[in-house]
């Protein structure tokens, strides 16, 4: 099976002197497939803290790395930042990191994380903590998704917060598009 991939040869064009020829934007793919190297597209775009990033129907579909935070000191309603744009349907390696820290009032019901929203609203925990005073924590992991729809994206969310609460909750994401 031949799959054209324009970013094969966007992989010839980052060696200085190298000369794409016919065919080789092209993946031949035989009948039976050992995977033996992961070949991502290059990271074309950072966004920094607090840059807002493309959603809505404005679909991202290259590489790219996010990090983002969220903190509180004292009363706080729930409050959410979307870290990546809207992801396009494909083939995808998502490295998630996270840090989270919090003092205060324990409150076993409410939590701070990182989370993957489907296009159809439906939330997937990736990491999360709950408000128990003392909690200090990282984590970091990395997911391999095929997304046959466009729309999923990761937001990180802060829980509630009451008068003698402090807490922080940083994600990042580096998102590599294979297909």
Known sequence: M????????RYGGLVKGAIIEPGDGTL?????IQP???LTSPVTRGFSAGQAVPGGTAFFDDSFF???????????????????PTLAAGSWVLD??????????????????????????NNIQ??????????????SSSWRFTFQRDGFFVFISRGITVAADNVYISGS????RLL
């Open 2 to 9: 031949l799959i054209p991939n324009p970013r094969l040869a």
């Open 28 to 32: 031949i793919l035989p009948p039976i």
């Open 36 to 38: 033996i190297i992961e």
């Open 66 to 84: 996010k990090s983002d935070r969220l903190t509180q000191a004292g009363v706080g309603a729930l409050t959410t930042i979307q870290i990546t």
């Open 96 to 121: 998630f990191a996270c840090s989270f820290g919090f003092t205060g009032t324990t409150a076993l019901g409410n939590n701070s994380g990182l989370i993957m929203q489907d296009p159809d609203g």
């Open 126 to 139: 990736i990491f999360e903590w709950v408000h128990i005073t003392g909690n200090f924590g990282s984590q």
């Open 173 to 176: 994401v580096s998102a590599k």
